[in-house]
């Protein structure tokens, strides 16, 4: 639902209350990440890691916000998406997601081994 916590104001991309940019590409990567969760190994997640997507339409306060992933590729441990995100009237964007299957632990090793450099 977009409400005031998600518009283009609230996240400075911009200053209309209207559903924002960065909000949608939220909502992409959490559609797509909660579609193949289920079929990853234990201590596996994945990480988005490459965006391409238009955002064709606003989409004021008040109204509910879908999307749609379809997971169009699979190469090894990386994982293609194609995105649309719908409004109550129709398309207000798509694009495609990558994402990568990591090793959770190994991950944030790796991660919070800059803290030490």
């Known amino acids: 639902m977009v409400d005031n916590t998600n518009t283009a104001e609230a996240l400075k991309s911009g200053t209309l209350p209207v559903f924002a940019t960065p909000s949608m590409?939220?909502?992409?990567?959490?559609?797509?990440?909660?579609?193949?969760a289920d079929y990853l190994k234990d201590?596996?997640?994945?990480?988005g890691t490459k965006l391409d997507v238009s955002h064709v339409a606003a989409t004021p306060i008040g109204m509910k916000v879908t999307c749609e992933t379809e997971l169009?590729?699979?190469?090894?441990?990386?994982?293609?998406?194609?995105?649309?995100?719908?409004?109550?009237?129709?398309?207000?964007?798509?694009?495609?997601?990558?994402?990568?299957?990591?090793d959770s632990e190994k991950f944030l090793a790796k991660a919070n081994n800059k803290i030490s450099k």
């Open 25 to 36: 590409i939220a909502l992409i990567e959490e559609t797509a990440l909660l579609s193949v």
């Open 72 to 102: 169009i590729e699979v190469d090894r441990r990386r994982l293609v998406f194609n995105a649309k995100v719908y409004d109550e009237v129709g398309l207000v964007g798509e694009g495609t997601h990558e994402r990568f299957v990591i």
């Open 43 to 47: 201590g596996e997640a994945t990480v």
